[in-house]
């Protein structure tokens, strides 16, 4: 069967490459929308993509925002005590440097990052404009930082995270109290006063995260969705062209399993084709990409999607495919020959 699917589809080139390059087309461009969805994920939270699983703790009166978050330090510190952890604080803001230039950061303070006061540690993505030593200001409070280092992927609501000791923090946001508390295991707590989530709910609950994330997944699928219907048009319509052919191979005694595997190995010879071409250059752009665009295409991200791609295709054509099994071979050979 695959020799003679091989045979047709040499026959009919320019169709079968027409099915080639429109699932090329849709597949890539469905890799692309994947990489833009990671790549803008990193960009607006990997601060705390790249924590471990743990749960996040917030006031139960903040209605799930973080801003609104107040944690009492009484509070905090008996939470830190009972079951390990440390605080975190987010505050949006600018620093100015010594030639008047403004850089919005996020200011962090986290119990996971020590940091002498005075002092300031700056996501890698400032290494481009900073260096360690130089002195950054902020002139809401009127304090100065002298930049400690660099970390890699600390990014929050698309602004690189700018790390504070607690007094710092607490001069900057005026208040002793913290936004949330983080408690390392997955384990879920019950803390009056305080609602848990884990880290992908905590992700959720950030808006620019969670609109970005679902308008882009929901052009994913439904490209995937339409690599599936194409598949199932395109066979439905060589399958109807064929009646005859197929009439005369079960006339022979051709079975139709076997007429589906000549199906499922022309869908599989193509799929392979397009979904290589396809990863080689989204996998390509990674490399090649603006530093400011946030475009990141994972290996276990492509290939989920690619047995996505050819399960949808396979079921796709398999649908389209049911004909073959209705095909009583005298009558589809008369109905091939008019």
Known sequence: MMNLAWKEMKKNKLKFFILGS????????????????NGLSEDNASLIRNMPEGQFLMSSDAEETYSMSVIDPGLRDQVISEHGGYAMSLQMGFLTDDEDRQTGVTFVHSGDHQVSNGRIILDESLQKDYQTGDHLTHEQSGTTFTVAGFVPQAKFSHAPSAFLSADDAEQITRTKASQLIFVPGSDELSVSGLTAFSKSEFLNTIPSYNAEQLSLNMIVWFLIAISGMLFGIFFYMMNVQKIGLYGILKGLGVKTRDLFRMMWTQLIIITLIALTASLSIGFSLNAVSPGDLPYLLAPATAFQLSAVF?????FGATLSGVQIKRIEPLQAIRQGEV
């Open 22 to 37: 429109i699932v090329f087309l849709v597949s890539l461009l469905t890799f692309v929308i994947s990489g833009l969805a």
């Open 310 to 314: 050819t399960l949808v295709g396979f």
